[in-house]
């Protein structure tokens, strides 16, 4: 039964490659955002600094429970 829930190998694969994909992509935001953390931002400019690392953080929550999705098909 479980069997008929798996995705064919080859979507799985392609998945992988774009769920790595969107690490570095994700990586790279949140490396940027660190670095402007860094900087001496006042007012609204830190208020963004912090929107954008919250939602990278949350996108790359999504990105794990999705790898993990996959592992799970192997």
């Known amino acids: 039964m479980e069997e008929a ?6 979507l799985t ?8 994909d969107l690490s570095n992509s994700i990586e790279t935001i949140m ?4 670095l402007l953390g860094q900087a001496n931002l006042q007012g609204n400019g830190k208020k963004w ?10 996108a790359a929550s999504i990105n794990r429970a ?7 098909q192997s």
């Open 31 to 34: 490396q940027a955002c660190y």
């Open 5 to 10: 829930h798996k995705l064919p190998p080859e």
């Open 66 to 72: 999705i790898r993990e999705i996959l592992r799970s």
């Open 13 to 20: 694969g392609r998945l992988r490659a774009l769920a790595h």
């Open 49 to 58: 600094v912090e929107l954008i690392d919250t939602a990278a953080q949350d």
